[in-house]
C-alpha cells in the first residue's frame, strides 16, 4: 500500500480483555517497528522484525504483550489481560532494505483501557 | 542514561521568525543516523530530515536544516520562516549502526507559533 496501515485506530477495552493491533507495512519493507507513547512524551520502543524474524523484543513491558509477522508482512501486537498502565498510542514503523531516511510510521492506534 | 535528550520541553517563537529546537545525543557507535520528526496534534509522525554520522554537510530540506555539531554530540533542529502550521511536537531520534535498527526518541519539545 501507500503508506503503513494500522487498525483500529481507536479501542477501548475493559480492564482484563486482551486486545489485538494490526499493522500493515509499506508493500516490501524488510523492517517492522512497534512503539508505545504515552501522553505527552516520546515514543518508546518495544519490538522489531526482520521479515518475519523478531530481532530484538527487549522493550515488551511484559509477558503479556506479545508480537508476531508469520508472514514477514502483517504484524499483530497482542496485549492480554489489559491493564490501565497500557493505556497509549501504539505506533508502527516500517522501513525498506537499506533504511536510508526511511521510518515511515502509520498513524498509530489509541488505545485506552477502561 | 538518556541516548536522546531535548531540554526544551516547550518553544514559543513569532510566525516568520526562525527557532531552533535542541537534541544532544549519547552513542559510542561510530555509525549512527540522526532524524527529526514532526508529530501535530493529529498524531501521524511526519519524517523531516536526517543526518547521517559520516556527512561533512549540515543536512537541509526546505525550510529545515540540522546543526549538526559531532564533537558536541549536538544534531539541532532549525526552522527557518516560522508557519502557524508548524505548531506541533517535535522529536529527535538516533539509530545505532548500520541498517534497519530501532529508532530511539527523546521526549519531545512542544513547538507553538504565535500570529
Known amino acids: 500500500g501507500a503508506g503503513v496501515s494500522q487498525s483500529p485506530r481507536y479501542k477501548v477495552a475493559k480492564r482484563g480483555q486482551d486486545v489485538a493491533l494490526r499493522c500493515d507495512p509499506i508493500?516490501?519493507?524488510?523492517?517492522l517497528f512497534w512503539y508505545q507513547q504515552a501522553l505527552g512524551q516520546g515514543p518508546e520502543f518495544l519490538t522489531y522484525?526482520?521479515?518475519?524474524?523478531?530481532?530484538?523484543k527487549s522493550g515488551l513491558p511484559s509477558d503479556r504483550f506479545f508480537a508476531e509477522r508469520p508472514e514477514g508482512s502483517v504484524s499483530t501486537l497482542k496485549i492480554q489481560r489489559t491493564q490501565q498502565e497500557d493505556s497509549a498510542v501504539y505506533l508502527c514503523?516500517?522501513?525498506?532494505?537499506?533504511?536510508?531516511?526511511?521510518?515511515?510510521f502509520g498513524s498509530g492506534t489509541r488505545l485506552t483501557v477502561v | 542514561a538518556q541516548k536522546i535528550t531535548q531540554t526544551q520541553p516547550g518553544m514559543f517563537v513569532q510566525e516568520k521568525e526562525a527557532v531552533t529546537l535542541d537534541c544532544t545525543y549519547d552513542?559510542?557507535?561510530?555509525?549512527?543516523?540522526l532524524f527529526w520528526y514532526k508529530q501535530p496534534s493529529s498524531g501521524e509522525m511526519i519524517f523531516l530530515i536526517y543526518?547521517?554520522?559520516?556527512?561533512?554537510q549540515n543536512a537541509t530540506e526546505g525550510r529545515y536544516s540540522l546543526n549538526f555539531q559531532k564533537a558536541r554530540k549536538s544534531a539541532n533542529l532549525v526552522i527557518s520562516a516560522s508557519q502557524l502550521g508548524d505548531s506541533a511536537m517535535y522529536f529527535c531520534?538516533?539509530?545505532?549502526?548500520?541498517?534497519?535498527?530501532?529508532?530511539?526518541f527523546g521526549k519531545g519539545t512542544r513547538l507553538s507559533v504565535i500570529a
Open positions: 514503523a516500517s522501513s525498506g532494505d537499506r533504511g536510508l531516511h526511511g521510518y515511515t
Open positions: 508493500s516490501g519493507h524488510v523492517s
Open positions: 522484525f526482520q521479515n518475519e524474524a523478531q530481532l530484538d
Open positions: 552513542t559510542s557507535d561510530p555509525s549512527y543516523g
Open positions: 543526518q547521517g554520522s559520516y556527512d561533512q
Open positions: 531520534a538516533m539509530r545505532e549502526g548500520i541498517g534497519n535498527t530501532p529508532l530511539v
